[in-house]
């Protein structure tokens, strides 16, 4: 067979694998990515939403809490879709350890192996990371983690997050675009005749 046919083989045989994988995840707790916040008013403290000062294009919604859920919160653009659901986060109510093993065995079945391990060597912090791609073929992540003890910035307990990190990048393009600073456009440079035959 030639190299060439060969070639062309493998790579159908490779998309073809691909699309066989798992669809990428698209809602958790009752929310989707992509959706208007106001669509779910009911799930969201729209009266708490706070800009993120590191990251001025999006702001943080609480979620309620619901049977599953203890806590969470959803980041919604503020430039490219204002109001779009771009990340959720969401906090276990059960923060055993022996729920985080049965929800990462059910994760394992349903989207195959991790992408990246989340965790660190101590044992103190696990997780495992999943990458997809959305119809769209913006990349998708989702974290499921474990803290044990007081961690000040994630608390501890089991958490699961789902991001659309095209809508992310989408919104901090458009608003560091909107406030970039004009650049004074240049003269053209002066040059000598060329006799037409010179690229302009």
Known sequence: MPLFRLSILILGLCLAATAAGAEAPSSLAGLSLGDAVEHSRNRLELA????????????????KGDAHFATGYVLVGTCAAPGRVARIKMRYRDGSLDFFRKISGEMLSRYGDPTEYKGEIDGRVMGNKWGFSDPWLRPVSLILQRVEGEDPESGSGNTVKLTNWGLLEAERTCWQERRAPAVARKAPAKTGPDNGYLPR
């Open 48 to 63: 708490k939403a706070r800009p993120l000062a590191d990251a001025p294009w999006l702001r943080r919604v609480p979620v």
